[in-house]
């Protein structure tokens, strides 16, 4: 729990380690001497720092923090409410619900002009937030958790989403 925890912490207050990224370029070289000596090969690896790929962070206004703060706690409120958390379960949830929104509205002010990057960062912020969820909740809160946010979200999540639809239900895009 806690390592799932950090983790999404890390990667969300600490974009900047991101950018620091190396690759690794190998060089390959043929000399022939001047005289009737056999030609020699050489392979060199170096390090090449990579370019930032990525926009700098938008630090978010104390309005737009207020909001986040705001709709964490709603969302937290309604898990508690729905899923019977005991005090303990509330401060974390509260925790990865602040998190997760913080994060969200930073990649949506980050990305505005990238739909498909920032719908990547959100969905990366939406499993890492599943799986700190996982760890803080009971078995049988998050099956409940789980039911309840496909019914909303009208998506299946986990493994029985990938793949084909079962036998006879086809597709929600046939009509």
Do not use: H, W
């Not at 799932?4 to 390959?28: E, G, M, N, R």
């Not at 737009?64 to 401060?91: G, H, I, S, W």
């Amino acid at each position: 729990m806690k390592t799932t925890f950090f983790a999404t912490l890390l990667l969300l207050s600490a974009p900047s380690l991101l950018l620091a990224q190396t690759t690794t370029t190998t060089v390959k070289t043929k000399t022939k001497p001047a005289t009737g000596a056999p030609a020699s090969k050489s392979k060199t690896t170096a390090a090449t720092p990579r370019p930032a790929t990525r926009p700098a962070p938008v630090e978010l206004s104390e309005e737009a923090q207020a909001q986040v703060e705001t709709r964490a706690k709603a969302l937290t409120d309604n898990m508690q409410k729905a899923l019977a958390l005991n005090p303990q379960q509330v401060e974390k949830v509260r925790q990865i619900n602040l998190i997760s929104v913080r994060g969200v509205e930073t990649s949506r002010l980050t990305y505005r002009q990238d739909v498909r990057k920032m719908a990547s960062v959100v969905d990366d912020i939406g499993q890492s937030r599943l799986g700190a969820l996982k760890d803080v909740l009971t078995p049988a809160q998050f099956d409940k958790y789980q039911r309840k946010r496909e019914e909303k979200m009208g998506v299946p999540s986990g493994q029985a989403a990938q793949g084909n639809a079962a036998p006879g239900l086809g597709s929600r895009y046939e009509e």
